[in-house]
């Protein structure tokens, strides 16, 4: 097999995790703070990093907090799709880039890989145009992270460009097209999700198990309960509690959303009847936070009540897909884990964060994969009709059986041929 290079940043999780499904195919080198990444260019992404996390978290911030999101998020604007109309003119986010490119961020990082001349995959679209801008002699391929991207995706020089992309949707490949990109150079994979950490086989077997919790009532299952057993296979039948997992984002944006939803599931919990396990990711003091408001709400931690908590992120990214696995309710905001929904578990959506968010949000509801949250302080309220209706059990099927969860093997083989 051919071994590759791979390129990931830490803005947020998305990137990362993204890299980190990749990376049976080869090595990942993180361009934030790689030991082949100058001091100086650490720097300048820490701040890039540091200023993205404070824009996320300070959005909430009455005011001056939107103020300020909507300021940065104008940056990265993705139009309307339609009326359909070329648009190769370079923004200013990527002017900017590119100004800084030229005065040298990223050289010194493709100078020492340059010799190996294996393909390169960057889950950023900045690595990929350092790579392209300073000559690098092996393939060059961008894996896009959302289901609709804005123009800062393309190169300054879209269709001279030799950086090729793997795109998890349909229309993530028609906006580059409209951007200028070359089609020969856009593959239609869908997302990559490791074989590793998602065997097909417990893929299936975590379905047909979460399937069954999610329709207490059998108002779904009344339906197309037949058609599951006869095409992906045996219903499963478990006395469990239903478990609930919360992603708290890379920024930490969310804690208090999930404190609304802890105090309005008081009673479920204290009865046993959910099983609710909060992710933080590599968050420290979201730990700390939970576990004393919890304490707070609860007056001693409740025993079916988790933290997921890791020091190192692969350790995370791998208990997170675990906890997938185990999960049958998957509250997020629209990020990279939209593609999640085609590992059958149903999506309830928090309010996205900028426009790639609202676009992957109108995605997912687009393909009834989701259902957006109604108002948390009154989470019990409406969320156990939902359940009795079928409506998460709907999500989960339809995210099973019309989602790709194939992307991986695309990319290795479209990698192989090269």
């Known amino acids: 097999m051919v071994k590759t290079i791979i390129f990931s940043v830490a803005m947020g999780y ?129 894996v896009v992270c959302d289901t609709d991207i804005s123009r800062a995706w393309a190169p300054l020089l879209p269709s001279q460009s030799k950086i090729k992309y793997f795109v998890p949707t349909k229309r993530a490949k028609e906006r580059l097209v409209l951007y200028g990109v070359k089609e020969e150079n856009i593959f239609f994979t869908g997302y990559p999700l490791s074989p590793l950490n998602f065997p097909e086989e417990k893929v299936r077997e975590s379905f047909l198990r979460r399937i069954v919790k999610l329709d207490p009532q059998r108002s779904f299952l009344k339906k197309y309960g037949e058609f599951i057993q006869e095409k992906i296979g045996p219903l499963s039948f478990s006395e469990e509690s239903l478990k609930i997992l919360f992603s708290l984002g890379g920024a930490g944006a969310q804690k208090e959303l999930a404190l609304l939803i802890l105090r309005s599931l008081k009673k479920e919990i204290e009865n046993k009847k959910i099983h609710f396990l909060i992710s933080v990711g590599i968050n420290r003091e979201a730990k700390d936070f939970f576990k004393k408001e919890i304490l707070k709400i609860f007056g001693s931690f409740p025993q079916n009540i988790e933290i997921l908590f890791f020091e190192k992120l692969d350790d995370y990214f791998d208990a997170f897909d675990r906890a997938i696995l185990e999960s049958d ?88 041929q090269k």
């Open 329 to 416: 309710i998957l509250i997020t905001k629209p990020s990279e884990l939209s593609f999640y929904s085609s590992l059958g578990i149903s999506l309830l959506l928090l309010p996205s964060i900028g426009y790639q968010e609202d676009f992957n949000e109108d995605w997912l509801l687009k393909n009834n994969f989701a259902i957006k949250a109604k108002n948390l302080k009154y989470f019990s309220d409406w969320f156990f009709d939902f359940l009795n209706e079928g409506f998460f059990a709907k999500c989960a099927f339809l995210g099973f059986w019309e989602g790709k969860r194939d992307g991986f093997f695309k990319i290795k083989k479209i990698i192989e």
């Open 14 to 142: 998305g990137h990362q995790r993204t890299a980190h499904h990749l990376r049976g195919l080869g090595k990942i080198i993180n361009v934030n703070d790689h030991p082949l990444v100058p001091e100086s260019e650490k720097k300048l992404w820490k701040k890039t990093s540091n200023f993205y996390h404070f824009i996320s978290s300070f959005k909430s911030f009455p005011l001056i907090g939107s103020f300020l999101f909507n300021f940065f998020n104008f940056f990265q604007k993705i139009q309307k799709f339609y009326p359909k109309r070329k648009n190769e003119k370079p923004n200013f986010y990527l002017k900017t880039i590119y100004s800084l490119i030229k005065k040298g961020w990223g050289r010194e990082l493709i100078f020492r890989i340059s010799k190996e001349k294996k393909p390169l995959i960057s889950t950023f679209f900045v690595p990929a145009f350092f790579a392209e801008f300073y000559g690098y002699q092996g393939e060059i391929f961008c």
